[in-house]
């Protein structure tokens, strides 16, 4: 157990719904990151957030944003959802986000569009 | 932008063999390097780290990884391979506030 938790695991919705992944990092870490997985791009960095501020912005839609709040827990909505949309997401958590520091993964979140 | 390059995209190997997966790096600066695991239907487990000093890094079950800033390589190695071991393997390299992930490589440990 990494002590990342991600809600839900698993999310089953019809093409341009709205849906909102969450995250909740290990107790003290500060950065958030969100990465999303499928078989066709392999592991795509989306967003890093620190201590509730956006630290680096990846290939992430405009149709998806996220949000880190003051409890440090973070907030991944995709809207207007496409079946290509339909991937593992993750969240990750670290100490600081530095360079030289580890992130630890949560379980992920598997979203299928239909 | 730093990027890896994962040599192999799959690589079936007999239980008790010896295994090494292949990762290349692009930098011009300094670098870290990560190797993660991950089993099937989990998340991704850190295996080991370089950060700096030694090149010959050791992780956590039996894996180890060489840091070789020649060939800029970080190559992944375990001895003596078990079925357990069987999942997807990603290197990264940290990069601007993210780890960027090379493609992965799916170990298959057949008895």
């Known amino acids: 157990d990494s002590g990342v938790t991600q809600t839900p695991k698993h999310l089953i919705t019809a093409t341009g719904q709205r849906v909102t992944l969450r995250c909740s990092p290990r107790?003290?870490?500060?950065?958030v990151y969100w990465y999303q997985q499928s078989l066709d791009q392999g592991l795509q960095f989306l967003i890093h957030?620190?201590?509730?501020?956006?630290?680096a912005k990846g290939n992430i839609l405009e149709r998806f944003s996220a949000q880190q709040f003051p409890d440090l827990h973070s907030e991944l909505n995709l809207s207007s959802l496409e079946l290509g949309d339909s991937a593992l997401y993750f969240c990750?958590?670290?100490?600081?986000?530095?360079?030289?520091?580890?992130?630890?993964f949560g379980q992920g979140t598997r979203l299928t569009v239909v | 932008a730093q990027s890896v390059t994962q040599l192999d995209s799959q690589v079936p190997v007999f239980e008790e063999a010896p295994v090494e997966l292949r990762c290349n790096y692009s930098s011009s600066v300094s670098v870290y390097l990560f190797w993660y695991v991950q089993y099937p239907n989990q998340g991704l487990q850190l295996l080991l780290k370089?950060?700096?000093?030694?090149?010959l890094v050791k992780g956590i079950n039996g894996f180890e990884a060489e840091f070789n800033k020649s060939q800029t390589s970080f190559h992944l190695r375990k001895p003596s391979v078990h079925i357990s071991d069987t999942a997807e393997y990603f290197c990264a390299v940290s990069d601007s506030y993210k780890l960027s992930f090379g493609a992965g490589t799916t170990v298959t440990v057949r008895a």
């Open positions: 990750a958590s670290s100490v600081e986000g530095g360079r030289n520091t580890e992130a630890f």
């Open positions: 370089y950060l700096s000093g030694s090149t």
């Open positions: 107790s003290g870490d500060l950065s």
């Open positions: 957030y620190y201590n509730g501020e956006e630290r």
